[in-house]
């Protein structure tokens, strides 16, 4: 049987579209109630009218490394549903392309800003609205760039290590009321991955194992499992959702 949210609820960063919005949809799908977060505000609020409008879904436009739309976000969701249970720091960016040593000091700073220290942030506004007294469950979206090195997005696996190590900290200190885990997707058809494999999809997909890229429905799916009590005796660990890429050493 599927593990109900009934009661629950849920922030999900990044979550307009791609797989930001794919897990929200498969919370709600489970019966949370879920606030999405993103930069662009029309189409966040057309994200949350596609999950059921505020009955379901509530969206608060912003960028995930301000202090005062992460502030704003945790303010409403208490207003509109009373408690926080579930947070999905998802949020990320990949602002250059090319080595490491050639990254701009000024976009490394803001890579791991955004893709590090905002999940920080949201986990510790979390932390002390609801989750220190109540409980809940936490978990952030990696990648297989953050267990391997990654040519050309260097610095972006950087930051996603940084990430996975953070998930491992965090894990050990909020515990037991707190869970913390992260998922390490390898390549998801998104808008996001699309420089990845658009226009040579199939032969990207050769180095899969399971014979395909990504969906964002794949990612949800495990990230569901980590939020919920299936995942009760589990913190601190990084499940690689990849299709067996990292098997055999491809993108």
């Known amino acids: 049987m599927t593990v109900s949210f009934e009661g629950r609820v849920a922030v999900v960063t990044g979550a307009s579209r791609g797989i930001g919005f794919g897990i929200a949809r498969e ?24 999950l059921g409008g505020p009955e379901h879904a509530i969206a608060v436009a912003g960028k995930s490394d301000d202090a005062a739309h992460q502030e704003e976000t945790v303010t409403r969701v208490l207003e509109t549903y009373g408690r926080l249970d579930l947070l999905v720091n998802n949020t990320g960016i990949n602002p250059v392309y090319g080595p490491v040593l050639d990254t701009d000091p000024a976009a490394a700073a803001k890579i791991l800003a955004v ?4 999940p920080l942030a949201w986990t510790r506004r979390a932390h002390a609205a609801w989750m ?8 952030n979206v990696a990648s297989i760039a953050g267990i391997r090195a990654s040519n050309g997005i260097g610095m972006y696996g950087v930051s996603k290590a940084a990430l996975i190590r953070l998930t491992a900290e965090l894990a050990s200190e909020l515990g037991p009321g707190i869970r913390v885990n992260a998922v390490a997707p390898a390549v998801v058809k998104t808008k996001f991955a699309e420089a990845l494999y658009e226009g040579r999809e199939e032969k990207v997909a050769r180095a899969y194992p399971l014979g395909r890229l990504g969906l964002p429905e794949d990612v949800a799916g495990a990230v569901a499992f980590l939020l919920s009590e299936d995942a009760a005796w589990i913190t601190g660990q990084t499940l690689v959702v990849d299709g067996g890429v990292t098997l055999g050493g491809g993108l």
Do not use: I, Y
């Not at 893709?115 to 905002?118: G, I, R």
């Open 27 to 50: 919370l709600v799908r489970r019966g949370a109630k879920v606030c999405l977060t993103a930069r662009t505000e029309e189409t966040l609020a057309e994200a949350a009218k596609a």
């Open 132 to 139: 220190a007294e109540h409980g809940g469950a936490v978990v």
């Open 115 to 118: 893709n590090v220290l905002a």
